[in-house]
């Protein structure tokens, strides 16, 4: 048999390097269409903020409509610290973090957040938009590190049903009077089978509060530069002392412990909607859950300096910040997205949207406190329909406590020295050590730890 | 060209008798070994586990001993500081009380555990109806979650309305604070803990299943009624497996996390593990250190004190166990 005879040939080497144009033909072509790609667009990942509400959809939605070249990559839920951490550590940083304020300092003071002055400088970008204290929140050593979102604001709920029930006019009041305060809050309290059924009153000093009444008795637990703790002044043992002689006319603090493990702030069965605690100091954020009962007798109240008729308020709340690492156009489209965030008219679309939302369940809308200056004013007089003179008020309300919000020290030993004072609140409420030993013992804590921080090469 | 890895390989240990004397001739059976065909396939078949072990074990192990003796935070250069984090580990009220409280667990959790899971493991082993089902009931709280076992433990225990204290109240037992009382914070864990103890069940049973049953029959003609056939032919028996378990849970139980994480979350006692921190165990705090107040260096350090007081505990016990443990030598 015959071999058929091939009509051409094709040599070993040219088909080497036909093979070889080939794959570089391929690996050009795929890199012009990587770059093409790129170029039409950025995908920036957003962690600790989520798009699983119609707020947040509206807003995002406001900002890919004037950016539709970033692609957004959001994680919701709280911020995870821990893969934050190892994230920038290796130098593969989400693009944008919505941090607790109050972590700011922290995150700043270990060169995890870059700040964004340049870029705000870059823009005109106008910081006056926001309320002055959420941007004095963001600040650390003269730089802003983020943008502002959300503010939460402690205020006085008073259930109006149980102060009826003991016989107490509302209009006597007085917040500024630490005295009355404790008398009611012994006389609200209900006690069945040996088991509390109702607190009186709860002042929320061992969640963190001991800020608000240290405040409230005229002194800051750290000085503004951060440098100093307070916590062993007199004013502070003052106020600890009758945050605990309040908890103790009440059964004590295990009792209300064991009580507070069985409510659930977040359900339609919210203590203060039902009753089961009479006055407390809360965010207020509250209104949006208590909503479900729009007859609800509630009143809210700003809270006092002591002694006096000159309201307060804790205030806390978020920000956008951009880790360290983030560069080029993956900065410049992560600014955007903050400065999108934002804007005035990303707010008012996600309130509207907010709105829409409770229509469409048939509850009634609660605004919340953005950030935006212009947004909340907006959204508080023309979005906001009135639901009842205790929610009216409310919403009000939170013009005049914005006026005299205080905000605690969030510097690089922030949640170190939280760590601390939530022990020696606990300590002093449960009797283990008298209030004045306990923040003796948190005064040398936490200066030490302002210290040691400070120690550290280059920290100063 | 050989790697480096092949390089390193050791030659198994042969008779001197049957080695090659010259020069040429140990190079040619030194080769003639690195390059067989069984060693390149064991390389080959231990290679991932080799590399895993070097990446993810051997490296981060060196490295966390060198932190150990840094001020790190992770994103910035670590800074040599001696001893200083052992140091400080003397004046921390917070590591006294985390090691108080983990030390406490494992003398109150280990020797409650064992006990019951044989009980258990008896019950299971013995020709009973339905057996199968027995061992999955028993079993499957081990495959539940444990955050799932946290949340239904809590209300369990709660002190205000809790399914415990509501039993103990029927029979005129006022039940104590378990999860609001610092002094009962630890037995609540403990009980809790004794729900999920189904591998030791399992372990147990498989041990009991293997004793051989002439000696239960040599013993009954010799007129050893049940407890002593227990005494004298089961337990030593299932010794060393009985052994191997309380090794096993002890170092489980130093390293106790995600329940007490679950059960007593910070952010409701305002940054403490539980009231004044009785919850707060070993890990926790080292890992609080870790990544809350970015002390990866204090954290490493905290790490080997735990790994060494693990060593000094698990070498005791295979002290005492020499003269406890029956073993086919003695």
Do not use: C
């Not at chain 1, 059964?251 to 339609?268: I, L, M, Y």
């Not at chain 1, 809308?365 to 979005?383: C, M, V």
């Amino acid at each position: 048999m015959s071999r058929i005879k091939p009509l051409y040939r094709v040599s070993p080497s040219l088909l080497k390097v036909a093979v070889l144009v080939l794959i570089l033909a391929f690996s050009v072509a795929g890199q012009t269409l990587a770059t093409v790609r790129a170029q039409d667009a950025i995908t920036i990942r957003v962690w600790g903020y989520g798009l699983d509400d119609a707020r947040a959809k509206a807003r995002v939605a406001v900002f890919q409509q004037a950016n539709p070249n970033i692609k957004i990559e959001p994680v919701g839920g709280a911020l995870n610290t821990q893969q934050l951490l190892t994230a920038v550590a290796s130098g593969d940083p989400p693009e944008v973090i919505n941090v607790n304020r109050s972590q700011v300092g922290s995150w700043a003071g270990r060169n995890a957040i870059d700040p964004i002055d340049d870029l705000i400088a870059q823009d005109k970008f106008d910081l006056g938009q926001f309320y002055p204290f959420t941007i004095d929140q963001v600040k650390y050593k003269g730089k802003v590190y983020g943008i502002p979102q959300f503010v939460n604001l402690d205020l006085f709920f008073v259930n109006l049903d149980t102060l009826k029930k003991a016989g107490i006019d509302p209009a006597s009041l007085d917040l500024g009077n630490w005295d009355q305060l404790l008398q009611l809050g012994a006389k609200l309290h209900v006690e069945a089978g040996g088991k509390v059924t109702q607190t009186g009153f709860d002042t929320k000093v061992q969640d963190g509060r001991l800020w608000l009444w240290s405040w409230a008795n005229g002194v800051d637990l750290i000085s503004a530069d951060g440098q100093k703790a307070n916590f062993n002044d007199p004013k502070v043992v003052e106020a600890l002392t009758w945050a605990k002689a309040v908890v103790d006319a009440q059964g004590g603090e295990k009792a209300r412990a064991a009580f507070s493990q069985t409510q659930n702030f977040f359900s339609p069965q919210n203590p203060v909607l039902i009753g089961q605690t009479s006055m407390t100091i809360f965010e207020q954020w509250l209104i949006g859950v208590m909503k479900v009962d729009t007859k609800a007798n509630f009143r809210t109240y700003l809270p006092r300096m002591r002694n006096s008729q000159q309201g307060l308020t804790d205030a806390t709340g978020s920000a956008f910040a951009i880790p360290k690492g983030v560069q080029g156009e993956k900065r410049a489209a992560a600014w955007k997205f903050i400065k999108g965030m934002t804007s005035t008219d990303a707010w008012l679309a996600g309130e509207k949207a907010t709105f829409d939302a409770s229509q469409k369940d048939n509850q009634p809308y609660t605004p919340t406190i953005t950030g935006n200056i212009k947004a909340d004013q907006e959204a508080w007089t023309t979005i906001y329909k009135s639901i009842s003179p205790a929610y009216d008020d409310t919403v009000k309300l939170f013009t005049e406590a914005l006026k005299v919000a205080h905000y605690r020290y969030s510097g690089p030993v922030a949640s170190e020295i939280n760590d601390y004072m939530t022990a020696a609140v606990n300590d002093a409420l449960q009797g283990v050590k008298t209030p004045q030993v306990a923040l003796d013992d948190l005064q040398k804590k936490a200066q030490q730890a302002i210290d040691d921080y400070n120690k550290q090469p280059g920290n100063h | 060209m050989h790697s480096e890895s092949e390089r390193t390989i050791t030659p198994a240990p042969i008779p001197s008798a049957r080695r090659p004397q010259t020069s040429a001739g140990r190079r040619r059976w030194l080769n003639g070994l690195r390059w067989n065909e069984e060693t390149r396939a064991g390389l080959v078949f231990v290679s991932p586990f080799l590399f895993g072990f070097i990446v993810f074990t051997a490296i981060p192990l060196i490295a966390s001993l060198y932190f150990s003796f840094t001020a790190y935070d992770v994103l910035n250069p670590p800074v040599w500081i001696g001893l200083d984090n052992y140091q400080r580990m003397l004046t921390d009220e917070r590591f006294s009380k985390t090691l108080f409280n983990t030390l406490y667990f494992v003398v109150l959790h280990v020797p409650t555990a064992i006990p019951i899971s044989l009980t258990l493991a008896l019950m299971l082993n013995a020709r009973i109806r339905g057996l199968g089902i027995w061992r999955t009931i028993f079993y499957l709280p081990q495959v539940t979650p444990a955050i799932a076992v946290g949340i239904l433990w809590l209300r369990i225990l709660s002190p205000q309305n809790g399914l415990l204290n509501q039993g103990l109240a029927l029979i005129g037992i006022n039940g104590p604070a378990w999860t609001i009382d610092a002094d009962w914070v630890k037995p609540a864990l403990v009980i809790m803990k004794s729900w999920s103890l189904g591998w030791i069940v399992i372990v147990l049973l498989a041990a009991l299943q293997q004793v051989p049953k002439d000696l239960y029959e040599a013993s009954i003609v010799d007129g050893a009624n049940s407890l002593q056939r227990f005494r004298f032919v089961t337990l030593p028996m299932i010794s060393n497996v009985i052994f191997f378990t309380f090794v096993m849970l002890t170092i489980f139980s130093l390293n106790i996390f995600t329940e007490p994480l679950v059960m007593f979350p910070p952010q409701v006692f305002g940054g403490q593990m539980g009231p004044q921190d009785s919850a707060l165990f070993y890990v926790l705090y080292l890992f609080d250190q870790a990544f809350r107040n970015f002390r990866m260096g204090y954290a490493s350090a905290l790490a080997w004190v735990l790994f060494l007081v693990t060593i000094v505990i698990v070498t005791v016990q295979t002290i005492v166990s020499r003269r406890l443990v029956y073993t086919e030598n003695n």
